[in-house]
Every structure is written in structure tokens, then in C-alpha cells.
């Protein structure tokens, strides 16, 4: 049997599968079915293919029958990628919801290496193998309770930097830059991360450490920032595996930013224990709780005032028409914990009408049929050589179709079933805050 890619809109679930007592004939009917027994089963399903991706050690099989690539092994996998891919698919409005949020969030894979079957016969042994058991050795032995236990210890490396980057990813959620750093370590340095909080002098002397139930910290987040900016910063730019190998290295670095780690007489009396959950997800997806309040804090953090309450709270508009002026210090009304919806649609509002207004003052005719090209344009006259880094995420969100990108502001103004996230709304408003003021600015500088 040969191995193909193929894309998710190509293959067809199986209307024969011996999961259902009744045939599917349909995609719809195929996915109802599956989630009639146990919805939530494949809603993390999809959360963890969106997130991981498709488990490459287990691929699905599929056979050629009448004009259709249909999958014979495999069909939760593929339901939850149809669902992710069109949530309309789903009859049960509380999962279809689920999906389309996992879906707004994460990049969902296109498409699907599977095995290639001749025929349903062919497959069947290893179809049998997969679902009856032991086999007397033959099938998938599962491991003893000793054995899960002695594999769960070995965690991964990289597990502890993704529960670091999860943490300090909701300590400093308004830090843009520093956001924008993450993600390229996440990316591209998670080993090197891995590397350094392996060892102990670093994890002192950043004022962290690590439990099964959380992280330790000898500092505030406050006092913490300028450290984790620092040694963020680093790693995304020019700080490599090879430059923090060994333990002399590693020393050598924290003497290199020693002005920016925090002071002993700032420590607290005793560690504090922050919880965090046992598997680590990207911090976009990890504050969404109940109630849409923010994620527990340290209790010297709690003290702080909230930040971001209201969308565009810290801006003003000097320069700009007394119409659009009012539209932004009316939408600074709106508490977004209490009216997410309403925040989300005000919040598209104001940088459109902003943008759209500079756009026509200055002349800026060309490529202004859509909102991404009116945000590129106005970044590209108050940052013609794309230097300020305030700027970064402006330019990354709205020039790419990732998580938080344009196309959640046009959903949260066009989609009735958008479901506008309390955290995803904040973060925007602190990502395009930089971009309204320098834009003011600019026409403050530039009368026309």
C-alpha cells in the first residue's frame, strides 16, 4: 500500500463505518453520528490536531470507491477536521461553536497523508489489528499502570519552556514585542529555551521554578518583566543552542544581562505557587475562562488595576474628524468583559473609520479596496522603513491569516456565529493601540 497526500475536502468519511448501527450517507449524518455518542471526545480531538497537528504515526487508510476517496480507518480524525474546516457541518450548535473558535485559532491542516488501500479486504488485517486488542502479540499491547507511570515522568524538555511561555504569555499579554518574541522562539528556539531553564542558576536567577501543578515564583510579574523581555528578546534574535551549551555558557550569559535580572532584595518571603494546567496550549487559547475574566495571578499582580477593561482605553484621537473622534471615545465606554460582542464590533469599527479617514485625507487612492490594504498602507507612511517595533504585531496581524488576523475583524462584524474571545479582543486593542496614535500623529504632522 502507498502512502498520498490528499486534501480534507477530497476525502469522504465512511457511510459503512462499523462505529455507526445505521449507514451515513452523508457528511453531515457521518459527523452527527459520531458525535451522538460523546461530543466532547471529538472536540478535543480537533483541539489537539489543531494544535499538534495529524498523528503521524498513525495514518488513516482510504480506498477508491465509486468516483471517492473514502476513509476506512480514521473517520474521527477526518470528522474533526471537516468540522474544523466548516463548522456549518455540525448540527449541535454548543460543538459547532467549539470548533469555530479552535478553528479562528489555530492554522487547521489542509491536507492528509494516508495510506492507500486496493480494496476494503486488503485492509482489513490491519484495520482488525488496530481495534480487537492483543491479538496474542500481534495487535497493540497497551502499557501496566507501572508503565504509563514510568513514561509520564520522562516528559519531553521542551514541556517545561511551553509551560513557561504559557505562563508569562498571560503575565505580559499587553507586551506586543514581547508576544512577537515568544512566538518566533516558540517557532524557532523552544529547544534553546528548554535548554536554559534546565538549569537551575537560571532558573534562580529568573526567579522561577517548576512543580507538577505550576510554576514557582520568587518575584512579582512586575518585577520579573524586564528579564523575561531581555532573555526573550535574545532568543529570537541572536541567542542559540550552541551559544548557551554548556553550564560555563549559560553563566556567562546571565553576567552579560545581570542589569536586567531581578534584585535580591525584591524576592518574596516565599515562593509563589501559580497553577497551571498539566498540558500547555498557546496562550491565545489559554485565557478564555468562565465569565471571561482574566487567568489567576500572582496576589501582586491581582493588585495591579486591570489593564485593557475598554477597547482603545488609553488612545486619543487629536487630529482626526469630530465624527470619528466621538465613534472612538464612545466605543472607550464599552467594558469588554461585559459586552464582548459589542466591544469586538466597535473595535473593528474604530480601526477601519480611522484608517479610512487618513486614507482619504492623505490621498492614499491605490489598493484600498480592503481593510487589510488600508491598515498596510497607513503602516507604511508612519513606518515607511518598518523600524518601529511597536509596530511588529500591527504588520504581522493584519498582513497574515493566522490567529487574530483581519479576517477575525470582519468576523466579528459579519459572522453571525463568531464567538469574539474576551482575551483576543484585549490583545487587539493593545496590538493596533500603537498603530492609532502614531497614525494620529502623522496627520497631526501632515495637515492636508
Given at each position: 500500500?502507498?502512502?498520498r497526500?490528499?486534501?480534507?475536502?477530497?476525502?469522504?468519511?465512511?457511510?459503512?463505518?462499523?462505529?455507526?448501527?445505521?449507514?451515513?450517507?452523508?457528511?453531515?449524518?457521518?459527523?452527527?453520528?459520531?458525535?451522538?455518542?460523546?461530543?466532547?471526545?471529538?472536540?478535543?480531538?480537533?483541539?489537539?490536531?489543531?494544535?499538534?497537528?495529524?498523528?503521524?504515526?498513525?495514518?488513516?487508510?482510504?480506498?477508491?470507491?465509486?468516483?471517492?476517496?473514502?476513509?476506512?480507518?480514521?473517520?474521527?480524525?477526518?470528522a474533526?477536521?471537516?468540522?474544523?474546516?466548516?463548522?456549518?457541518?455540525?448540527?449541535?450548535?454548543?460543538?459547532?461553536?467549539?470548533m469555530?473558535?479552535?478553528?479562528?485559532?489555530?492554522?487547521v491542516?489542509?491536507?492528509?497523508?494516508?495510506?492507500?488501500?486496493?480494496?476494503?479486504?486488503?485492509?482489513?488485517?490491519?484495520?482488525?489489528?488496530?481495534?480487537?486488542?492483543?491479538?496474542?502479540?500481534?495487535?497493540?499491547?497497551?502499557?501496566?499502570?507501572?508503565?504509563?507511570?514510568?513514561?509520564?515522568?520522562?516528559?519531553?524538555?521542551?514541556e517545561?519552556?511551553?509551560?513557561?511561555?504559557?505562563?508569562?504569555?498571560?503575565?505580559?499579554?499587553?507586551?506586543?514585542?514581547?508576544?512577537?518574541?515568544?512566538?518566533?522562539?516558540?517557532?524557532?528556539?523552544?529547544?534553546?529555551?528548554?535548554?536554559?531553564?534546565?538549569?537551575?542558576?537560571?532558573?534562580?536567577?529568573?526567579?522561577?521554578?517548576?512543580?507538577?501543578?505550576?510554576?514557582?515564583?520568587?518575584?512579582?510579574?512586575?518585577?520579573?518583566?524586564?528579564?523575561?523581555?531581555?532573555?526573550?528578546?535574545?532568543?529570537?534574535?541572536?541567542?542559540?543552542?550552541?551559544?548557551?551549551?554548556?553550564?560555563?555558557?549559560?553563566?556567562?550569559?546571565?553576567?552579560?544581562?545581570?542589569?536586567?535580572?531581578?534584585?535580591?532584595?525584591?524576592?518574596?518571603?516565599?515562593?509563589?505557587?501559580?497553577?497551571?494546567?498539566?498540558?500547555?496550549?498557546?496562550?491565545?487559547?489559554?485565557?478564555?475562562?468562565?465569565?471571561?475574566?482574566?487567568?489567576?495571578?500572582?496576589?501582586?499582580?491581582?493588585a495591579?488595576?486591570?489593564?485593557?477593561?475598554?477597547?482603545?482605553?488609553n488612545?486619543?484621537?487629536?487630529?482626526?474628524?469630530?465624527?470619528?473622534?466621538?465613534?472612538?471615545?464612545?466605543?472607550?465606554?464599552?467594558?469588554?468583559?461585559?459586552?464582548?460582542?459589542?466591544?469586538?464590533?466597535?473595535?473593528?469599527?474604530?480601526?477601519?473609520?480611522?484608517?479610512?479617514?487618513?486614507?482619504?485625507?492623505?490621498?492614499?487612492?491605490?489598493?484600498?479596496?480592503?481593510?487589510?490594504?488600508?491598515?498596510?498602507v497607513?503602516?507604511?507612511?508612519?513606518?515607511?522603513?518598518s523600524?518601529?517595533?511597536?509596530?511588529?504585531?500591527?504588520?504581522?496581524?493584519?498582513?497574515?491569516?493566522?490567529?487574530?488576523?483581519?479576517?477575525?475583524?470582519?468576523?466579528?462584524?459579519?459572522?453571525?456565529?463568531?464567538?469574539?474571545?474576551?482575551?483576543?479582543?484585549?490583545?487587539?486593542?493593545?496590538?493596533?493601540?500603537?498603530?492609532?496614535?502614531?497614525?494620529?500623529?502623522?496627520?497631526?504632522?501632515?495637515?492636508?
Open positions: 500500500m502507498e502512502q497526500d490528499f486534501a480534507v475536502t477530497d476525502l469522504s468519511l465512511d457511510g459503512q463505518n462499523p462505529r455507526h448501527a445505521m449507514p451515513t450517507p452523508t457528511t453531515r449524518e457521518a459527523i452527527a453520528a459520531l458525535l451522538r455518542k460523546d461530543p466532547d471526545k471529538l472536540v478535543r480531538l480537533a483541539q489537539n490536531i489543531a494544535e499538534k497537528g495529524v498523528n503521524p504515526t498513525e495514518l488513516p487508510i482510504v480506498v477508491h470507491e465509486e468516483n471517492q476517496v473514502v476513509v476506512i480507518e480514521g473517520n474521527r480524525r477526518l474533526a477536521l471537516k468540522a474544523l474546516s466548516d463548522p456549518n457541518l455540525v448540527d449541535d450548535p454548543r460543538v459547532r461553536q467549539q469555530g473558535i479552535i478553528a479562528r485559532r489555530h492554522s491542516p489542509r491536507t492528509v497523508r494516508c495510506v492507500v488501500a486496493e480494496s476494503r479486504e486488503e485492509a482489513r488485517h490491519w484495520i482488525t489489528l488496530r481495534h480487537t486488542g492483543e491479538n496474542e502479540g500481534v495487535g497493540v499491547q497497551p502499557w501496566t499502570s507501572e508503565q504509563k507511570t514510568r513514561f509520564a515522568q520522562k516528559k519531553s524538555p521542551n517545561r519552556a511551553l509551560r513557561f511561555i504559557q505562563q508569562v504569555s498571560e503575565w505580559y499579554r499587553t507586551d506586543a514585542k514581547l508576544l512577537q518574541d515568544i512566538e518566533t522562539v516558540r517557532s524557532n528556539r523552544l529547544t534553546t529555551l528548554a535548554r536554559m531553564l534546565s538549569d537551575p542558576k537560571v532558573r534562580n536567577s529568573l526567579g522561577v521554578d517548576f512543580q507538577d501543578n505550576g510554576i514557582l515564583a520568587d518575584y512579582d510579574p512586575e518585577v520579573m518583566h524586564d528579564s523575561v523581555r531581555r532573555l526573550f528578546s535574545d532568543l529570537a534574535t541572536h541567542l542559540s543552542v550552541s551559544q548557551v551549551k554548556s553550564k560555563d555558557q549559560r553563566r556567562e550569559y546571565l553576567g552579560a544581562i545581570k542589569e536586567h535580572l531581578p534584585q535580591n532584595s525584591e524576592r518574596l518571603a516565599q515562593p509563589r505557587l501559580i497553577q497551571t494546567p498539566a498540558r500547555t496550549v498557546p496562550p491565545q487559547s489559554a485565557a478564555n475562562r468562565e465569565g471571561g475574566s482574566p487567568p489567576p495571578a500572582a496576589s501582586g499582580a491581582a495591579r488595576p486591570q489593564r485593557d477593561k475598554r477597547v482603545f482605553q488612545v486619543v484621537l487629536r487630529f482626526v474628524s469630530p465624527r470619528t473622534a466621538k465613534v472612538l471615545n464612545e466605543a472607550k465606554k464599552i467594558v469588554i468583559a461585559d459586552s464582548p460582542n459589542v466591544a469586538a464590533i466597535v473595535l473593528r469599527a474604530v480601526i477601519d473609520i480611522t484608517v479610512t479617514e487618513a486614507a482619504e485625507k492623505q490621498g492614499w487612492r491605490r489598493r484600498q479596496d480592503r481593510l487589510r490594504e488600508r491598515i498596510g497607513a503602516l507604511q507612511h508612519i513606518d515607511p522603513k523600524e518601529d517595533r511597536e509596530l511588529d504585531e500591527a504588520r504581522r496581524m493584519s498582513q497574515n491569516d493566522g490567529a487574530l488576523s483581519v479576517k477575525n475583524l470582519h468576523g466579528f462584524m459579519h459572522q453571525w456565529d463568531a464567538q469574539p474571545m474576551i482575551l483576543d479582543i484585549t490583545t487587539l486593542s493593545g496590538v493596533y493601540t500603537p498603530m492609532l496614535m502614531k497614525l494620529d500623529k502623522y496627520l497631526g504632522e501632515n495637515p492636508k
